[in-house]
């Protein structure tokens, strides 16, 4: 299994563009969640979902949207980058919830500009 | 504001030595769980401990648990400069957040050859 896989590894954005942060599990997992951390900082939760078409905001959620129509993928766009959302985003997967083990992908580095 | 929180936040000690890492949150949990960062990587899951467990063990890796002081503590036996990295603990809280875990901000261990 290639576990949670994310792309891309590192992207530099301009303020006001938009993009997707890809995330994928083959580990069949119902639960999947975006984090993002900042220098020095724990993660912050900004969507999380639970099973296919189903997702929920977490502690950050302003100016990012997710969905989920597969159980494999959780894209998360960016809808106009601020700086502010300069971070380095992790994408983690579970079996049923937030309760178990999570397996974390290796992270992109974003920096808006 | 996060859950958990970790003390101390940074930690530096020679190999051979033990490390403690503590974590405090605020309301009921299911369980806890302790994962690694290594630098630049994504985060690895070391322990879970359930609420009605006091004491877990994996290898060098000792994790209490405190429910009536809402605290747990990690401890690393005879450090080796591989365990150089961030440890965080992570709660999910029982009664309001439904499916959101929650990491504290972490611990920067650094062991010294």
């Known amino acids: ?113 | 504001s996060q859950q958990g929180e970790e003390d101390p936040q940074a930690l530096s000690i020679q190999e051979g030595e033990n490390a403690t890492m503590n974590c405090s949150y605020k309301t009921s949990i299911n369980n806890l769980q302790w994962y690694r960062q290594n630098s630049g990587r994504g985060l690895v899951h070391l322990i879970l401990i359930r609420s009605n467990e006091r004491e877990k063990h994996s290898g060098r890796l000792r994790v209490t648990l405190d429910t009536s002081k809402k605290s747990s503590s990690l401890l690393i036996t005879a450090s080796r400069a591989a365990d150089t990295a961030s440890y965080f603990c992570a709660t999910r809280d029982k009664e309001t957040s439904g499916s959101r875990l929650t990491f504290g901000e972490g611990t920067q261990l650094t062991v010294n050859p």
């Open chain 1, 1 to 113: 299994n290639a576990g949670v896989t994310q792309t891309p590894k590192f992207q530099v954005l301009k303020t006001g563009q938009s993009m997707t942060l890809q995330c994928a599990q083959d580990m069949n997992h119902e639960y999947m969640s975006w984090y993002r951390q900042d220098p020095g900082m724990g993660l912050r939760l900004i969507h999380y979902s639970v099973g296919a078409g189903i997702t929920d905001q977490g502690e950050v959620p302003n100016g990012y949207n997710v969905s989920r129509s597969t159980t494999e993928d959780f894209p998360l766009r960016l809808l106009s980058a601020a700086p502010s959302q300069t971070s380095v985003y992790f994408c983690a997967s579970s079996r049923q919830t937030a309760s178990e083990t999570q397996y974390f992908g290796p992270g992109t580095r974003l920096l808006v500009l």
